[in-house]
């Protein structure tokens, strides 16, 4: 069965460091994500992609973070300069095309960031 | 008043037994519906989708209700394997300008002991 991968599983990072966090969504999705869970919180949205800009983003994707989709395959989340709060759990997300069978989202098994 | 709120848990029940979780939604745009399970440091993975006309699979059976905005998830026979959290899961869509973007609950937590 088809899967979303992530790289690396884990990262530790000093603050201020740029970091970046990468995804292979399943092959024939167009629709990209990035959540992510500080660790006893709940799991919230950062931003989407489609047709290769951003369609919707939150609050807390600022400036300091970007996301692209350099080669047709791999989907990357970066932050520029980390924050000790940017430590979270980091799942990608990728969507099935419209009319399939819903809108089901596949997430992967996400980047555990850890900033010191 | 919260998105998405759910029971807030921790549930704790013996194998066999039934028990059913409830998540109320805030914005009545609200397209798609779901539950998924997340397992301790893992990924959220699908459970079922939630419709308008009730849904089951197997042992697990969610409802929807539009006019209250609540949805709720039922497990029959729970098993020891059902220990996870439960997220209910929402899309809200106003105006038609969701791309999809998945608002989550706090998740109530299930543990099944022997």
């Known amino acids: 069965e088809p899967e979303v991968t992530q790289t690396p599983s884990h990262q530790v990072t000093q603050m201020g460091q740029e970091v970046i966090l990468r995804c292979v969504p399943i092959s024939n999705h167009l629709y990209f994500y990035w959540y992510r869970q500080i660790l006893g919180q709940k799991v919230e949205f950062l931003v989407s992609f489609y047709n290769n800009e951003i369609s919707e983003k939150s609050e807390i994707f600022d400036d300091q973070f970007s996301v692209e989709r350099p080669d047709g395959s791999n989907f990357t989340l970066k932050i520029r300069s980390t924050k000790l709060e940017d430590s979270a759990m980091y799942f990608c997300?990728?969507?099935?095309?419209?009319?399939?069978?819903?809108?089901?989202?596949?997430f992967g098994p996400g980047t555990r960031l850890l900033v010191l | 008043r919260k998105e998405v709120e759910q029971d807030p848990g921790p549930f704790n029940v013996p194998e066999g037994a039934t028990v059913a979780f409830n998540c109320t939604y805030s914005n009545s745009a609200s397209q798609s519906f779901f539950w998924y399970r997340q397992d301790c440091r893992k990924e959220p993975k699908l459970l079922m989708s939630v419709y308008s006309s009730g849904n089951e699979d197997g042992r697990f059976t969610a409802q929807l209700n539009r006019a209250s905005q609540y949805i709720s998830l039922l497990i029959r026979d729970s098993k020891l394997s059902d220990s996870a959290t439960y997220l209910c899961v929402v899309n809200f869509n106003a105006g038609g300008t969701s791309y999809g973007k998945l608002t989550f609950g706090q998740g109530t937590i299930l543990t099944v002991h022997p």
């Open positions: 997300a990728s969507r099935e095309p419209p009319g399939v069978t819903g809108e089901t989202q596949y």
